[in-house]
């Protein structure tokens, strides 16, 4: 698809990296902007300087929740340049996304370009530290003034960035999770299975319960028998079952109100290749406090393009609380993050091409 783009005309000093980041407030300088209606398709990308938006305060985003977003990372390489881990496999999850919320569907090609379009004016401000990362957040909106109950007839597309530190802080240390009984993150048959605006405020109560109980998660149950793990937060969770070679790496399998995110599919394919054997299986609440008492489920970590592999050391329940192994963060735990880390910042071998180098 080939659109005719407009530059912000402004001289840009080079910026100077960003040395003390924390997660989501030390924006880029600049970000992509695109509309989209019925006449004209997909017309008037521009990267201009990051600004507020302006809206009519009848938008219809703002009031029915028809905004999706993504979250992916570019990482400073080896050599100096940076790359962005697993692009196209965010842009066909941005057009599912789309397509649920009836929302027209952002060419791969554009998707990727915008990446690119910021990245090229801004990933200066990424520091050398290897635990720094752009953070890089496209979203899209229903962009009608007009109240009806009905699918917007005209789109706004945005591509904006952060310069990212750790999302709970220092790496490595494990975090204490929260179990909800009370609220559910997502119904089968809703928009668990995507990445939509709507899926995230509702889950801000219970994280507070979290917060509360001196937890810094919430880990949610399905929504029908209460019974079973999805996710932690907005992570997806693995299971770590004996240790070494031949050790199992467990996530709950994707039931329709689980989000199929990147990086679990990534550590499942890491896990096989560092001879641990990954499985997908339904896991219950009462399994996991069983197995962890028997030493059978020996490590848990939850995984994500913010949390990358964060281990979860001690869990907090209506039941009785109790610690995984010794509270600390295990072998299996500790190999998967830096097998991770080391293939976004391309000192592994990428033999499926998932790092996209931006010149």
Known sequence: ???????????????????????????????????????????????????????????????????????????RQADGGVAVFRPWDHARRFQRSARRLAMPELPEDVFVDSIEQVLRADQGLLSDDPSHSIYLRPMMFGADANLMLRPSHTYEYLMMAFVAGGFFGKAMETVSVWISHEHSRAIPGGTGNVKCAGNYSGS??????????????????????????????????FFVRGSGPGAEIVTPALSGSLLPGVTRDTLLGIAESMGYVPREERISLEQWRRECAQGRITEVFASGTAAVVTPVGHVKDRDGDWTIGDGEPGPVTLAMREALVNLHHGTAPDPKGWLHRIS
């Open 1 to 75: 698809m080939t659109l005719t783009f407009d530059h912000d005309s402004a001289a840009a000093s080079a910026p100077r990296p960003v040395r003390a980041p924390g997660h989501g407030d030390a924006f880029t300088d600049h970000m992509y902007t695109l509309s989209w209606n019925a006449t004209d398709g997909w017309h008037k990308p521009e990267l201009g300087r990051l600004q507020p938006l302006t809206l009519h305060p009848g938008t219809i985003g703002l009031h029915y929740a028809q905004v999706i977003f993504e979250g992916l990372k570019a990482h």
């Open 204 to 237: 801000f109560v219970a994280q507070l319960q979290a917060q509360e109980a001196g937890c810094q998660q919430v880990v949610w149950l399905d929504p029908l028998e209460r019974t079973w793990i999805e996710e932690m937060g907005g992570m997806n969770m």
